[in-house]
């Protein structure tokens, strides 16, 4: 995610869930992002997926296949425990599979 604090740039890579909705960023309740976000919550995001190296004879003949994905918006923080565990379980279900939503354990 990158943020803007007084006209600079800083970008941090985190751990995300998507509902189709909404992306849910993990954070730590407290921390220079969440100080940035509370005063200037505009946001980007930026998501790749390498796939495979493209070499070639010579430096400027290589190339990678990927996907990417970029995007803008505002965040929010998330304070209500209930609204928490829900994106806690999207999170989880981005790296745990599509069994994850259906163990809820809190």
């Not at 190339?63 to 803008?72: H, L, M, N, Q, R």
Request: aromatic letters at 14%; a negative charge; one cysteine or more.
């Amino acid at each position: 995610m990158a943020m803007c604090e007084d006209g600079q740039p800083y970008a941090v890579p985190l751990n995300f869930g998507y509902d189709g909705r909404f992306i849910y960023f993990h954070a730590a309740p407290e921390g220079r992002k969440i100080d940035i976000i509370k005063k200037n919550n505009r946001v980007c995001f930026e998501f790749d997926i390498l796939h495979d190296i493209v070499t070639g004879q010579q430096a400027c003949d290589w190339g990678a296949k990927y996907e990417s994905v970029i995007g803008s918006g505002t965040a929010e923080i998330v304070d209500d425990l209930k609204a928490k565990k829900e994106a806690l379980e999207w999170i989880m279900h981005q790296y745990g599979g599509g069994t994850w939503i259906s163990r809820k354990k809190f």
